[in-house]
């Protein structure tokens, strides 16, 4: 079935320093989706991809959606201590299961003041 | 508000006493999953529904069984749950999925089997 495989698993940056998440599907995918989950809490939704090479900013935050529709990053901009959480992607199949969604194993951004 | 609610938050039981975690949302959400997040896993999907009465299987749904006769509500059960189903729960909605269709989670269901 459906893989995808995000990396690293944990990142460690001073306040102020850049950080960039990878995912990649074994299969390509319909769209994917980023969501962010604080410490104790849930994942909230934060962006989705869904053409080929789309790129997508949010103030700090920037996705990429790759040209063949199995890889995605998240690039944080001069980290703040409010971006601390685990950021996962989520990739859609783009086969007959649509309705199902394969999270990546998530990437752990701690932030050092 | 707008908003997933689930209940039990959390639950501690034993192996083979049948359970029920129910979901609901308030948003006339067609689309609605289940998730358990593991360390190092991440969220996998357990199962998802579709629509009223349309449910299908996820990435792991063994011992788990879903019902969806109303579209706010969506109730995971275990039938005989046993120690490796200790997780993290989630139940999540969406509008559907041929529009933008953002997933909002509910608080989650910290369960132990022991």
């Known amino acids: 079935g459906q893989q995808v495989m995000q990396i690293p698993q944990y990142q460690h940056v001073q306040e102020g320093e850049d950080f960039t998440t990878y995912c990649n599907s074994s299969t390509t995918l319909s769209n994917i989706q980023w969501y962010k989950q604080r410490p104790g809490g849930h994942p909230v939704f934060l962006i989705q991809?869904?053409?080929?090479?789309e790129v997508k900013k949010q103030k700090r935050l920037t996705f990429q959606f790759g040209e063949a529709k199995k890889n995605s990053s998240l690039h944080i901009t001069a980290t703040q201590t409010t971006d601390v959480g685990t950021y996962f992607c989520?990739?859609?199949?783009?086969?007959?299961?649509?309705?199902?969604?394969?999270f990546g194993q998530g990437t752990i951004l701690t932030v050092h003041p | 508000e707008a908003q997933v609610t689930q209940n039990p938050r959390y639950l501690i039981t034993v192996t083979g006493k049948k359970l029920t975690v129910t979901c609901s949302q308030n948003?006339?959400?067609?689309?609605m999953s289940w998730y358990r997040q593991d360390p190092g896993l991440g969220l996998r999907q357990i199962y998802y529904s579709m629509n009223v009465e349309v449910t299908d299987k996820g990435d792991v749904p063994e011992g788990y069984k879903v019902s969806r006769k109303e579209k706010r509500n969506f109730p995971l059960i275990l039938e005989s749950p046993s120690p490796n189903q200790t997780s993290l729960y989630f139940c999540?909605?969406?509008?559907?999925?041929?529009?933008?269709?953002?997933?909002?989670f509910g608080p989650g269901t910290r369960l132990t089997v022991l």
């Open positions: 989520a990739g859609r199949d783009g086969g007959t299961s649509y309705g199902k969604l394969t």
């Open positions: 948003m006339n959400h067609e689309y």
């Open positions: 991809l869904v053409k080929s090479g």
């Open positions: 999540a909605s969406s509008p559907g999925l041929f529009s933008y269709n953002e997933q909002f």
